[in-house]
């Protein structure tokens, strides 16, 4: 999730924080460019323009350049910075990076202690990860040495690398991990609605979750979540929202700030990753995938009902 897309969706409510695509660290300290890129919230005290908190997230192997480059995320204003052991992407892994860290017991605990050493006490670490690279039962002890190396929240995709993103997670296995850990484990997989949510919380017993396609194909999620009594959307709120991102899209372009194809792609890249949220979208996504023109996607957005 971008910032555009960042500002929509925490403008409908209903979160309590939200954090950056990963910033990959190599042997290099990011120019400050590229984090206000990942995080243009940082500008903005690191909130949302609707005021909720935000954080950079870094995923790399080299604990000194992860330190150095979690410094600079705080001096540019992130509140605590969230370390990625889950991502499952090839070249992410290949280059040493992401989920495959989960076999390396001692780096990870290495570099989430440079970190941790490399930051003011107040500031928190935080780390996600996965259940594990293929082996599952590798999880606590990777838990537990995020834990002793100083973090303090793990934020857990209650699958393996291996698994991907394929149903179901295995949200049991967060129980035992809460269970072995003082620090709070948030819950992450799966998570579409508020029947998933209770289904999640009576697996696991956490009493905290962490939303990621859910959260893109339903703006509502959180508020479903959180709001016992919150009536879900219907199409024509998320017909509202389209036509919001767009314009958020479009004063970006007016400031310059992203071009006139990227306004056009993300708007269709969002509606096509809305499908599993609302039954309405595919149709409508059909309808304007072969637009190409802002001014053209401008009218169609303006047209529909
Ligand atoms: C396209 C895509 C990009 C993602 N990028 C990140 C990322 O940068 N950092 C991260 O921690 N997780 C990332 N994730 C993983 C999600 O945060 C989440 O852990 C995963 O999708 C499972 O949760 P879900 O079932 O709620 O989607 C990404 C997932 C997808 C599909």
Same mark, same amino acid.
């Given at each position: 999730? /971008?910032?555009? @897309?960042?500002?929509?969706?925490?403008?409908?409510?209903?979160y309590?924080?939200?954090?950056?695509? =990963?910033? $990959?660290?190599?042997?290099?300290?990011?120019?400050?460019?590229? =984090?206000?890129?990942?995080g243009?919230?940082?500008?903005?005290?690191?909130?949302?323009p609707?005021?909720?908190?935000?954080?950079?997230?870094? @995923?790399?192997?080299?604990?000194?350049?992860?330190?150095?480059?979690?410094q600079?995320?705080? #001096?540019?204003?992130?509140?605590?910075?969230?370390?990625? =052991?889950?991502?499952?992407?090839?070249?992410?892994?290949?280059s040493?990076?992401?989920?495959? @860290?989960?076999?390396?017991?001692?780096?990870?605990?290495?570099?989430? #202690?440079?970190? *941790?050493?490399?930051?003011?006490?107040?500031?928190?670490v935080?780390?996600?990860?996965?259940?594990?690279?293929?082996?599952?039962?590798?999880? !606590?002890?990777?838990?537990?040495? =995020?834990q /002793?190396?100083?973090?303090?929240?793990?934020?857990?995709?209650a $699958?393996?690398k291996?698994?991907?993103?394929?149903? &179901?997670?295995?949200?049991?296995? @967060? $129980?035992?991990?809460?269970?072995?850990?003082?620090?709070?484990?948030?819950?992450?997989?799966?998570?579409?609605?508020?029947?998933?949510?209770?289904?999640?919380?009576?697996?696991?017993?956490?009493?905290?979750?962490?939303?990621?396609r859910?959260?893109?194909?339903? &703006?509502?999620?959180?508020?479903?979540?959180?709001? &016992?009594?919150f009536? &879900?959307?219907?199409?024509?709120?998320?017909?509202?929202?389209?036509?919001?991102?767009? *314009?958020?899209?479009? /004063?970006?372009?007016?400031?310059?700030?992203?071009?006139?194809?990227?306004?056009?792609?993300?708007?269709?890249?969002?509606l096509?990753?809305?499908? *599993?949220?609302f039954?309405?979208?595919?149709?409508?996504f059909e309808?304007?995938?072969? !637009?190409? *023109?802002?001014?053209?996607?401008? /009218?169609?957005?303006? $047209?529909?009902?």
């Amino acid at each position: 999730m /971008d910032a555009p @897309l960042r500002q929509l969706v925490t403008a409908v409510g209903g979160y309590d924080l939200c954090t950056s695509e =990963f910033v $990959r660290v190599t042997r290099q300290i990011s120019p400050e460019k590229v =984090f206000h890129r990942f995080g243009p919230e940082l500008k903005n005290g690191s909130k949302t323009p609707s005021g909720t908190p935000f954080r950079i997230q870094l @995923l790399g192997s080299d604990p000194d350049y992860m330190a150095k480059n979690a410094q600079t995320a705080v #001096r540019l204003g992130s509140p605590s910075v969230d370390l990625n =052991f889950g991502c499952p992407a090839k070249t992410v892994n290949a280059s040493r990076g992401g989920s495959v @860290l989960l076999d390396e017991p001692e780096l990870i605990h290495q570099i989430t #202690r440079a970190v *941790r050493d490399a930051l003011p006490q107040d500031i928190p670490v935080t780390v996600k990860m996965r259940l594990g690279y293929k082996d599952p039962s590798v999880c !606590i002890d990777n838990a537990l040495a =995020f834990q /002793d190396a100083g973090a303090s929240e793990l934020v857990v995709h209650a $699958r393996t690398k291996t698994d991907g993103y394929k149903p &179901p997670a295995h949200w049991h296995y @967060l $129980r035992e991990i809460r269970e072995a850990l003082d620090i709070p484990v948030v819950a992450n997989g799966e998570v579409w609605s508020r029947e998933d949510w209770l289904r999640c919380y009576e697996s696991s017993g956490c009493d905290q979750v962490m939303v990621g396609r859910g959260a893109v194909a339903r &703006p509502d999620l959180a508020r479903q979540l959180s709001e &016992p009594d919150f009536e &879900p959307w219907h199409w024509h709120h998320f017909v509202q929202s389209l036509q919001d991102y767009w *314009r958020i899209l479009s /004063d970006l372009y007016a400031a310059e700030q992203c071009s006139d194809h990227y306004r056009v792609i993300r708007v269709k890249q969002w509606l096509n990753q809305s499908r *599993r949220g609302f039954e309405e979208a595919p149709g409508l996504f059909e309808s304007i995938k072969r !637009i190409h *023109r802002a001014e053209d996607m401008a /009218d169609a957005l303006s $047209r529909i009902s």
